[in-house]
């Protein structure tokens, strides 16, 4: 699997709008690529020309458009019949997971920020937001991003998450003088399912893996702040619905891989 990502300006300035992702992805696989993708947004959806040229990459960043093109991805065609404006909660997990997936496609910096931010003392503040984003630039390119570009770049990703419009309604962060991760109810395993298996598609090179890989710190199950428990109560209803088997004889226990992601669209939206 050949890793792309978002760079990290892909938002010009503008934090995740679900209406303006949706947009997109109304007016995807038309004529004349990006150019005549942005020019639609901007003449049949009255999006603003910065706007109209953020909202394409966002929707690359939540695995709704391909990488190359401006055609729908299997789920973006999915959601675009199921789901329209974005507004199911198994909709904004799968954006907020494909935003924060190791591998991509969204931006480095956002998977660093979930995968660490648990870790920090709670409440957190912006200034911490904006260091972590510094050193996740540095370490994949070498070079230092503007000062303002970085300001920026963190006010995006908090409001992303606080905003109405935006992922707000999955309750990741509370806002109140800093920001405090919250404890979110897990994501239907349905989409756990489909996360896992582009997870695995991306991270791991074999057809089995330690139960413990998938829930300790860092992994899988911290993409949706989820300890070991959790995820290996998800692990065993998948196992219940022949998504994959649990090797349980004598510890470490393994997993096996599951299905391809494009064979479990079905289920995403089964307890919505």
Known sequence: MTNKRIGNLFHESFTLSR???AAAIRQANG??????????LQEEEKLGKNWAKAVPAYARGCGLLEFGSTELTPLGMYVREHDPSLSLLATQWLMHYHLSAPHGPGPRFWHDLVRNIPEWTQPFDKAEVVAQIEESARQESGADLKERSV??????????????????????????????????????VGVLSYALSHYWEGQL????????????????????????????????????QGLLELWMAAPPYQVTRPPISALLLEGIYDSE
């Open 205 to 240: 090179d074999k057809q089995t893996c330690n139960m413990d890989e998938l829930g300790a710190p860092g992994g899988f199950g911290s993409l949706f702040f989820m300890g070991s428990f959790e995820i290996n109560r998800c692990l065993r209803q998948m196992a219940r």
């Open 151 to 188: 300001e920026t770049t963190a006010t995006v990703f908090l409001g992303s998450y606080t905003k109405a419009d935006g992922l707000a309604a999955l309750e990741i962060f509370s806002e109140d003088g800093g920001y405090t991760v919250q404890s979110p109810d897990a994501p239907p």
């Open 19 to 21: 209406p303006g992702i």
């Open 31 to 40: 004529p004349n690529g990006l150019k005549g993708l942005v020019e639609r």
